[in-house]
């Protein structure tokens, strides 16, 4: 409403309003000339009720037949006197409005100009009712309403106002998530909110303030209001995490931001041959101030801090104390790969072991440098010499020899050489070149993870990127969770932790697996459309299989074939490995990874896990446990007791000889009820399965009387009333959301199939 239509109503001019408003703050600026209804009405009352003037509220309407040309008129004489009022202070006009009881109520105004718009409102409301009486009519009761209503509405207003005449457009560069509310974007870019909804709608997008939208949406938009935004850096895809690829995860790291970061060293080798001892010579010798005791076993990973030889600058060093190698292997058969050094520790005593062997061949595998730690040396029977011939003979010759292993000679116990070795690892590390991001949302690896009984489920890990804070809302394998509690390997409680740093945490919903990577995301709400996806890629992630395997090395995607081989006696395993090498053709190595004596156990699976080999034994036995685990695992265990059909076999893997043949299995039907519409090629389907069972798979589209094919899918993800079901069986109803290019009607019927491999 104009605000001269307001004057008017009141017998008076636009100045002598507005010098009657002065006194109270109704938040009507002085280069308004429209206001709300709402405020209009409002003014009116308190006006004619200062003036005790009668006023037909419900007659007026808000609605004043002004001509045009007296409306002109009105609004031409109130510009020109406050024109006038700028110049010089206005003339006392000779009518005089104020009454003998307006007087009266002088001191009532007087309070009432300390007081907010809001208090206004409640004060005029109060008095309204006090003039009602007891036993007001319900006429009054719904006026009353109207304007309590009317007053909160102007006080929302005046709220929003003020909040988006604070807003400045941002400059430079605004970093958004891939998903950010409408609210949100607004404030990261500096736009009041309608903005942002008006230029959605322009883009055929409907949103309220609470919804969200995805990065790409959000680009458009800002790029029509001239913001330039740019996606956040440090959130790795569904798909990379659940490969555990950290190179991949990391690869988008701008260089711009990366830092040197310290070493991550894993010391491996045979039970007693010092490798705690050595760990705990480091960790007393070289700890870091304020740091004093004996190994925390229980986290199994600690940080020294020492100054390398002929250097002032002190640098850092992420020691993993593992139980053996079995927790490195796990790892790197689930993809994690965080270790930059391996130590080999051998006893100058007893030489090369079994298990020594093992662990070289792991850290082979793994493809890091390696550092040999000849301990006890300090030992009447230790013999250098022999233990360097042993390595040599394992492939790990000596730099004294004419390789390129570096060997420290060392002693735990009085601990010679334990500076030196810090002085190698320190040197590979430079040319290593180690670097990370630490300004980017963390990423870190699970080593250890247990449940704790005041805790809960708990984990260590290690911060390959970023830095990790307490509060973050994190994804990690499966599960999902919030930084609640952090310890450093002394079990000090910490807020933050930093690249290549260990810690324990606490905060799982559930307890994660070893070589799981947790991503940090910007809130819970981000964390479960994350977790949703990955569960979905597990899902329906095809399990490796012997089958798998012989079609990638007859597609020649595969160029090794690694085999974990076990024999009875050292006769025989030596006689397989040379017959074995003499296999290998133009397009495919065969490569023993490793050769034991003894039965196969769970150790020689999982490195066959994470060098995506086979496991053969040779007149030896598998025990159950170690079936169990191959199966969860994927792993092919061949049992062979004639030499010539395991080397026929191996010559069939390699030159394709076994090729297997596709055949399709048809799972389940399912009738077509009601579709929804989501974002691109994703829908979700409601219907009932007419026969088998619905599972995550492929799909084709079946139409029309004749139920022709008109095209292909896959289920994303099977859903019963509320809940996540893996199949919805014969019979059932069930809703899906499915991917697929074309346009899911009702009527169809989903037809679920299954490719499997046989052999020929």
């Avoid at 690829?245 to 039970?271: C, Q, S």
């Avoid at 010499?385 to 394992?394: F, I, Q, R, T």
């Avoid at 050292?570 to 090498?581: K, N, R, T, V, W």
């Avoid at 292909?712 to 499915?738: N, P």
Wanted: hydrophobic share 40%; proline share 3%; net charge negative.
């Amino acid at each position: 409403m104009r605000l001269v239509q307001v004057a008017k109503a009141l017998g008076m001019t636009g100045q002598q309003l507005r010098k009657e408003l002065e006194s109270v703050d109704f938040g009507i600026k002085p280069t308004d000339r429209e206001i709300p209804d709402n405020l209009a009405q409002g003014v009116l009352r308190f006006v004619a009720r200062k003036h005790n003037l009668e006023i037909d509220m419900d007659a007026l309407g808000f609605s004043f037949d002004l001509d045009e040309d007296e409306e002109q008129k009105d609004e031409s004489s109130e510009e020109v006197e406050e024109d006038q009022e700028e110049v010089e202070p206005a003339k006392k006009s000779g009518k005089d409005l104020i009454s003998d009881k307006e007087r009266e109520s002088k001191e009532n105004l007087d309070v009432l100009r300390k007081l907010t718009l809001d208090d206004v409102s409640k004060e005029a409301i109060k008095q309204q009712k006090v003039q009602m009486g007891d036993d007001p009519t319900q006429e009054e009761k719904d006026a009353l309403k109207k304007e309590e209503a009317a007053m909160d509405q102007m006080k929302e207003r005046k709220e929003a106002t003020v909040h988006q005449q604070q807003i400045k457009k941002k400059k430079g560069v605004v970093l958004l998530p891939e998903q950010v509310t409408i609210k949100e974007f607004a404030e990261k870019a500096g736009v009041q909110v309608p903005q942002v909804i008006q230029t959605l709608m322009k883009n055929g997008v409907m949103a309220n303030i609470t919804q969200a939208i995805d990065f790409d949406t959000a680009a458009i938009a800002a790029a029509e209001l001239g913001v330039n935004v740019q996606k956040e850096e440090g959130e790795a895809s569904a798909e990379n995490l659940m490969s555990r690829d950290l190179e991949e995860i990391l690869k988008d790291d701008d260089n711009e931001n990366l830092i040197e970061r310290p070493a991550i060293v894993v010391v491996m080798g045979h039970v007693d041959h010092g490798k705690t001892a050595i760990l705990d010579a480091i960790r007393n010798t070289n700890v870091v101030a304020g740091e004093a005791g004996g190994i925390t076993q229980h986290i199994g990973a600690y940080q020294v801090e020492f100054a390398p030889t002929g250097s002032k600058e002190t640098k850092k060093i992420t020691f993993l104390d593992t139980p053996g190698h079995e927790a490195f292997t796990a790892m790197r058969a689930r993809g994690a790969h965080i270790t930059d050094i391996v130590i080999i520790v051998v006893s100058a005593e007893d030489g090369v072991m079994p298990t020594t062997v093992e662990a070289i061949n792991h850290a082979k595998e793994a493809k890091v440098p390696i550092l040999v730690a000849i301990n006890k040396i300090d030992l009447p029977n230790a013999d250098i010499e022999k233990v360097k011939g042993d390595l040599s003979a394992n492939g790990l010759q000596p730099e004294d020899w004419g390789g390129k292993t570096p060997v420290v000679l060392c002693s735990a116990k009085t601990k010679q050489g334990i500076d030196e070795l810090l002085d190698h690892i320190s040197l590979l590390a430079e040319l290593e070149e180690l670097k990370g991001n630490p300004d980017r949302h963390a990423v870190a690896t699970v080593i250890e993870s247990n449940l704790d009984s005041s805790l809960g489920p708990i984990a260590t890990v290690i911060v390959n990127a970023g830095t990790l804070k307490k509060g973050d809302a994190f994804v990690c394998g499966t599960t999902l969770g919030k930084v609640r509690l952090m310890e450093d390997a002394n079990g000090k409680r910490i807020d933050t932790v930093n690249l290549s740093a260990p810690s324990r945490v606490s905060g799982f919903d559930e307890v994660p697996q070893i070589g799981d990577i947790l991503q940090v995301v910007s809130n819970e709400k981000e964390a479960r459309g994350l977790l949703n996806k990955l569960k979905d890629i597990e899902e329906s992630r095809k399990k490796r299989s012997f089958a798998d395997l012989v079609t990638r090395l007859s597609e020649g995607k595969l160029k090794q074939l690694r085999v974990v081989l076990k024999a009875d006696a050292h006769g025989s395993l030596e006689a397989l490995q040379d017959s074995m090498a003499k296999l290998s053709t133009d397009g495919v190595a065969v490569k023993v990874i490793h050769a034991g004596i003894g039965s196969v156990s769970e150790t020689d699976v999982m490195m066959a896990s994470a060098s995506d080999g086979i496991v053969i034994a040779f007149h030896t036995d598998v025990p159950s446990t170690v079936s169990r685990t191959a199966e969860r695992e994927g792993v092919e265990v061949r049992m062979y007791d004639i030499v010539y059909a395991l080397l026929d076999d191996v010559e069939g893997l390699v030159k394709g000889l076994v090729e297997p043949e596709e055949e399709e299995q048809i799972v389940g039907q399912l009738d077509v009820k009601e579709v929804f519409l989501t974002k691109r090629s994703e829908q979700i389907v409601g219907g009932k399965v007419k026969s088998g069972s619905m599972k995550r798979l492929p799909f084709r589209l079946l139409r029309g009387d004749k139920k022709e094919e008109v095209g292909t899918g896959k289920i994303i993800s099977l859903r019963k009333v509320d809940k996540d079901i893996k199949e919805a069986k014969e019979g059932t109803e069930c809703g899906m959301r499915v991917d697929t290019s074309i346009l899911v009607e009702p009527g169809d019927v989903l037809e679920v199939f299954l490719k499997e491999l046989k052999k020929k």
